[in-house]
DNA sequence: CTCTCCCTTGAACACGTGTGCAATATTGCA
DNA sequence: TGCAATATTGCACACGTGTTCAAGGGAGAG
């Protein structure tokens, strides 16, 4: 029962001009006398004339949205993530369709499918891995594809990594500084790349230096999840250090740590985290983390954008040690 | 130089049948015999189809986007609303146009503009306030307009509010049971509507009961702000109680209360908070607050999504009071 | 005044889809 | 087999836009 929108022909003719005038009007660089333009902008004022993006975008077969897949989007790292790339494609005048997988672990195929049909340019994925089919049908209909913290075994993708291979080895180092003898090495169960990148690089290193490792992994990437490692680890009274390989897993570890194990951090206990999310800095937890930084990945993402289709840039993401209070000095 | 898209054209042709045959054969409920249907999803698989959704929304003159305009997604509050919002969108079959203001204090109003561009079918705003103009507009066109937490003074719009009275009185009961003489109120300086109603409300429970309350204002709504406010405040060793209107200020306010003021909660100070945002029952805060559940909250978005246009429902979403640790028993 | 050149304008087409309408094929029944 | 009723199919149109093309008009130079 919708009432119509007002169209480019109820503005032509209320401007009693014709309805290409309009278009033009509206069009950067068309061709319009500064008598029509006038009269065309004053008409589409007085209707409240909005130009039919889907027409305009039937048009040109693609429209200007960006397709962005997610999961998980009310943990700090994801969210921080969203907030600022849906701020900068919004500066860049492109429009953010957000399909957001409800669950890590479910198959993101059919979301990257939609956002064909809304005929966006270009697809990021946040999380999760689309399947080769899908990759091959970006390339095929000219849709750019930015995939991030994912390793896709191919080269007509643009890939955006965090360096956590240079992040696990500096948490390494640092925890090898702080003296600690026995480590726990703190993973999720959803093995996704990142996280399975941190840990092996992390082992590798204390491995190599000699210092002996315990690897726990477990249940979703959660606070819960951290608090339940710290349980079941420290029973053991010799593990003095701990990377996790996410923050949000690592406070939660903290607070088992302090609260329920009665460990004292960073006496007794060292703990290092990765991703330096907001909460990472508060004042009850003052984690020790390796950042990355989300201007660094956002500006990269959008960055991609404008790459040309099918070549394969990959980005690495620099990372940096943030000192705080939970790992001794 | 973008490869076009497979279109009805093709597919027809590889099945050997009209074009009509194809549109109908994705069209629900159209009539198309079990053979014809057949060859054409035959047809449509090999070549890759999907259904061009600007054209056919072009057709039937609305998309089946739904704008959704907000600001801070970072925040958790903000991002848990987000995640659950775009996760029920998706089931229901519609898809989140998603806008993000950048600044809680900018003008929203263009965003909107953007969103009916794309001719969706409904916007919703989680934070800011559309001007009046927008409403109109709005209603003239047929967008269902749904507004979260911000009273619009008429009675043609969707609004969903969180029942600040109500859990402010709880928090204000809560307070005056653990025998406090003196309490502090926090809340930002970006007055909204839903700090505005809690601070008020509280207040005047308090003051009714001839409990002394003194009220700070000043900054964003951030943790940092609440840490600030403790600082400041707590200078005064009379207060020995504090209602956050929202919870990420009551965990900044806890930690300087105890990190930097030396208090002890709840022994020395009770703390309430507002919203039950995650971090609110981490170990470290175990946070008693008034919780709004987020479950509610985005069902009576959805259910709105269906009712009739220019009617205004609103909707009070109840609050529990959730007792943790940090007022006195 | 005439010719040329450039700026502006309107008509017509294409983009890909859903659907009303009329024509045709199929089924059910006697 | 014959007839009516129903199911299926194809044609053509509409949705709102950007753009090409040819035509019109005005200005400047000779």
Redesign the pocket.
């Known amino acids: 029962m919708a009432k119509?929108?007002v169209?480019?022909?109820d503005v032509a003719q209320r401007a009693g001009?014709?309805?290409?005038?309009v278009?033009?009007t509206?069009?950067e660089g068309?061709?319009?006398?500064p008598?029509?333009r006038r009269k065309v902008l004053q008409a589409a004022q007085e209707l409240g004339y909005r130009?039919?993006r889907l027409?305009?975008g039937?048009?040109?077969?693609s429209s200007n949205l960006v397709g962005v897949v997610g999961a998980n989007l009310s943990l700090p790292f994801m969210a921080k993530q969203l907030d600022m790339l849906s701020i900068g494609l919004l500066r860049r005048g492109q429009q953010c369709l957000l399909l957001n997988a409800a669950d890590a672990r479910s198959d993101i195929a059919p979301l990257i499918e939609l956002i064909f049909e809304f005929r966006a340019r270009a697809i990021v994925v946040l999380s999760g891995e689309p399947p080769m089919s899908i990759v091959d049908e970006c390339l095929a209909n000219g849709v750019k594809l930015i995939v991030i913290n994912r390793q896709l075994a191919r080269s007509d993708t643009d890939i955006i990594l965090s360096d956590d291979i240079a992040g696990a080895t500096l948490a390494a180092e640092r925890l090898k500084t702080a003296g600690c003898q026995k480590v726990a090495v703190v993973t999720s169960g959803s093995e996704t790349p990142t996280q399975l990148r941190r840990c092996e690089a992390f082992s590798s290193v204390m491995t190599a230096a000699g210092t002996e490792i315990v690897v726990w992994r477990d249940g979703p990437t959660t606070y819960e999840t951290g608090l339940k490692a710290a349980r079941e680890l420290l029973c053991d009274r010799q593990i003095d250090g701990a990377f996790c390989v996410t923050d949000i897993m690592a406070l939660g570890f903290l607070d088992g740590a302090r609260n329920d194990m009665g460990r004292l951090v960073p006496e007794d206990l060292s703990v290092i985290g990765f991703d330096d999310i907001p909460q990472a800095s508060w004042r009850s937890y003052e984690l020790t983390t390796i950042a990355q930084s989300f201007e660094v990945l956002t500006e990269a993402v959008l960055a991609a954008l404008d790459h040309e289709l099918g070549q394969s840039v990959i980005t690495n993401v620099p990372v940096t040690l943030i000192e705080r209070n939970t790992v001794r000095r």
């Open positions: 119509a929108f169209t480019s022909v001009v014709s309805r290409s005038a278009s033009r509206f069009t068309a061709s319009v006398s008598d029509v130009v039919n027409a305009q039937l048009n040109n077969s």
